[in-house]
Structures are given as C-alpha cells and as structure tokens.
C-alpha cells in the first residue's frame, strides 16, 4: 500500500499518461487498504485474516464519450496498457451529454477540513484476539445463553488519493477499526440469537468489549418465548438499530440520479412539509473522527456541513457532476466513487436530531403498540414509496414495553410514515445514519 503522497504521485502520472494518449479529460482514483481480522467461538481462535491490496482506476474522456477501466497490477507496463485500453474503449463508448468532471469552481483548493480519520495505530492480531474472546466471554456468562456463533475484532487502514485532468490531486488516509458477537438463547424450539457491534475510526473509541458482549445476550434473552401480537392498526417505535433504514430510504430518494430517472416518491413534493416541523436531519462530512467524514468527494468536489431536512421540508437534492447537469443544478459533493466505474451518489454522516420526549414518554400514552428492534426484508417501493418488511420486537402495553413478539409484518407508506415520525432524545453516535428512537402513527401490523 502506498504513502498517501506516493498515492497522490501515481494518480497524476497516470493523468498524464492519459493526456498524452489522446484523452480530452480524465480521473484517476487510487485505493490502497490493510486489514486484520480475528474471529473466536467458544473461547477458542477460530481464524485470523491478514489482507493487502491496491488498486488504481482510469476514467476517460473523448468528447461526451467515455470509458473506466482498473488494475490491482500498477506496473509501468500494466498501466501502459490500461491507458492504451481506456483509449480504444472510449473511441467506442456511446456518447453521454451528462458525462465529465466535476466543474472546476466546485473543487477543494484550500487545506479542506481536518476530520481526524487516522490515528496511525497497527494492533496486533493477540490484541484482538483478546478483544474478542474478552466481548464473547462476557456473553457466554449471561444467564441464558446456550451457544455463540462467535465473535469478531478487525483493524484496518486505508489510502484514497484522487486526480483530475484539471488539476485536481489530493489525497487522504483513514484508519477503522470494529467489534461485534452473535449468541443465541433457549434451546429446542424456543431458541433465539441477537447481536452487538461497533465501528470507530479510532481505536480508542471502540466500545469496552465486555458491555458489547453483555448487550448481545440480554438482547437475545429478551427475546426468548415470543408472543402472540393481533393484527391491527397502530403506534410502532423503531428501536436506534433500525430506525435509521428510514432516513437510508429517504436519501435514495433525494439522490440526483433517481430524480432524473424520475424514479422516487418525492419527485413533485419538493415545497411539501414531508415531516413534522420538528424535525431536522443534518449531514456533516467534517465530523471528526465520523465514519464517513472525508473533505472532498469522489470527484474532487469541497463537502460541506447541510441540513438534509429542516424544519420538516426537504432542502433540496444530493447530486454528482452527471446527475447535475441533467438537472440543471450544481454538484453538491456527494460523488460517491468505486475504482472501477464511474460516480454514484451516497451521503456522509447523517443525524436525525433528538427530540425533547424521553423514550418512555414516548411510550407512554401508547395502549397496545410495537416496538420494532429488527426488520426482514426489502419490501419499499422506491416509486410509490410503499412499506411492507418483516419484522421482530416487542409489544407495547399501557405505556410499558412488554413481551417479545417475531414473525409479524409492518406496513405503510413512506410519505405518511415521515409526516407521522416523532423522535425521541436518546440520540447516540454510533453508525454512519443515527437517529434516536422513533415513533409513528397508524402503521399496519400484521401478527397473529
């Protein structure tokens, strides 16, 4: 793997290569990453892991054609031949009006925000392994738990570097680092598992193993003897774990491309208050040490802290360079960018900030309810915005979370669901999307 500055160097003479080969504009991106994984069951090492690897890719442009191509070989002669294959595929590329880089007024020229994504740490494969069995033995010691389908610590580090034919190179490092364990409680037919992780880009901040072991096996516990839940309509909360997929539902419908496609349920709501006046759903790539902070995006283009929804109403669309210009609008930096293809779009880190209820006060006034803590499925309409998914979790009884209840559907719509949300304040940073509990009306539950 590459120094980020030698990363920086190998994208630029491949821009270069490019120019001189006929292109009329071009990208390189470089991705370089290490790796270690250990994974132990029943307190013994089960496998460890060890991964490197890098690899560099070319787009080019011949007028409104284009073409991408990649290599993990970055030989002088390997990347001769990816710049003389990208050429002769472009030549035969259809033309796109929409293709190109990204406008140069839209660049990071200054320094760019300091997310602090690296903490330089390399743990060795022992220290992880005593993480894991340290998160595994703490589980195994919760009354209840019968097996454990193991437990996993990894570290990694990573190195992107980005060049433009307009002038553009940068180029950074992250380091990530995670933990998670899986049990499973009962025996014979009443058996069930749950799980627990967490991911930070500092060492330092991973979660103390012993309470992430703990958290799996009550989880998996509280679940055991599942109940009966009658069919109905009702208040359903979705627990932190899951209630993000909502907002991951929303951002796929924001995005540029499904707007041009005309293939999201927000196309025409655009002035519309979607949620309650309440809500604010704020985006910030420059959170330090966030999961998926970064200070420029996949094409170059400056990131920068918006709110996504405020005030309830939409903001307005995440776009790329391509999706920009078939709508007239301005890249907004949220190119997302694999090595062998050309931009998506994707959004950073995202918070649905907390509300001012308690949870339990949100539970409070509910008669008979459901607490949602896992969902089965990918029953959503991207068009209609229709919801339909599996789900797991618990009834809510006169204001109390009660027994546990699997095997049931939830169902609505996404536009009346967003209106219905109310959130609670126990809003916590652990995942790229994180909201806190949430609660919305009038939703179908199918049970027994």
Request: a negative charge; charged letters at 25%.
């Given at each position: ?31 370089g ?5 250990v994974?132990?069951?029943l ?14 890719g ?10 991408s ?7 002088q ?9 990208a ?9 796109d009006?929409?293709a ?9 020229r ?6 602090d ?12 392994k ?11 010691a919760?009354p209840?738990i019968?097996?454990?389908?193991g ?33 499973i ?27 992430l ?6 989880r ?12 109905g309509t009702?208040p ?20 540029g ?17 979607l ?55 301005e890249?907004?930096?949220?190119a ?10 994707a ?10 209820m ?19 499925g ?5 068009v ?6 599996g ?22 719509n ?6 219905e949300l ?16 949430l609660?919305?009306e ?7």
């Amino acid at each position: 793997m590459l120094s980020v500055s030698e990363a920086e160097a190998r994208a630029a003479s491949l821009i270069d290569a490019a120019r001189k080969a006929g292109a009329d504009a071009a990208d390189v991106v470089y991705a370089g990453d290490a790796s270690t994984v250990v994974h132990v069951r029943l307190g013994e090492l089960d496998d460890v892991q060890r991964s490197e690897g890098e690899e560099i890719g070319l787009r080019f442009f011949v007028g409104s054609r284009s073409a991408s191509v990649s290599s993990s070989d970055l030989s002088q002669e390997a990347l001769s031949a990816l710049v003389q294959r990208a050429a002769a595929m472009a030549g035969e590329a259809p033309e796109d009006p929409y293709a190109g880089l990204a406008p140069e007024s839209r660049l990071l020229r200054d320094g760019g925000a300091d997310v602090d994504g690296d903490d330089g740490r390399d743990p060795a494969p022992a220290e992880l392994k005593a993480r894991a069995l340290a998160m595994e033995e703490a589980a195994r010691a919760v009354p209840g738990i019968t097996n454990s389908e193991g437990a996993g610590a990894s570290s990694g580090r990573t190195v992107i570097a980005l060049a433009t034919s307009h002038g553009f190179c940068r180029g950074y490092m992250t380091s990530g680092y995670s933990g998670s364990v899986s049990v499973i409680a009962g025996t014979g037919s009443d058996m069930q598992r749950d799980y627990a992780g967490h991911a930070a880009r500092h060492y330092e901040d991973l979660e103390d193993p012993e309470t992430l072991g703990r958290l799996a096996s009550t989880r998996a516990v509280a679940s055991l003897s599942p109940a009966k839940l009658p069919s109905g309509t009702m208040p359903v909360l979705f627990d932190m774990r899951v209630g993000n997929s909502l907002i991951g539902h929303l951002v796929a419908a924001i995005t540029g491309s499904a707007v041009a496609r005309k293939t999201s349920f927000l196309l025409g709501r655009e002035d519309e208050l979607l949620f309650p006046e309440t809500v604010t759903i704020r985006e910030d790539p420059h959170k330090r040490r966030g999961l998926r902070s970064k200070p420029f995006d996949g094409e170059g283009v400056a990131t920068s802290p918006r709110d996504l929804i405020a005030g309830g109403r939409l903001t307005g669309w995440l776009t790329d360079s391509a999706s920009a210009r078939q709508l007239g609008l301005e890249p907004t930096g949220h190119a997302s960018r694999s090595v062998g293809g050309p931009p998506s779009i994707a959004p950073t880190n995202v918070d649905l900030l907390p509300g001012t209820m308690s949870k339990q006060e949100l539970i409070g006034d509910i008669k008979r309810g459901l607490y949602v803590t896992a969902l089965i499925g990918q029953g959503v309409n991207p068009v209609t915005g229709d919801y339909s998914r599996g789900a797991s979790g618990f009834i809510i009884e006169n204001g109390e979370i009660a027994a546990p209840v699997a095997e049931i559907t939830i169902a609505g719509n996404l536009i009346e669901m967003f209106r219905e949300l109310r959130a609670a304040d126990d809003l916590e940073q652990r995942q790229s999307v994180n909201v806190p509990t949430l609660r919305i009306e009038g939703m179908t539950v199918a049970g027994a």
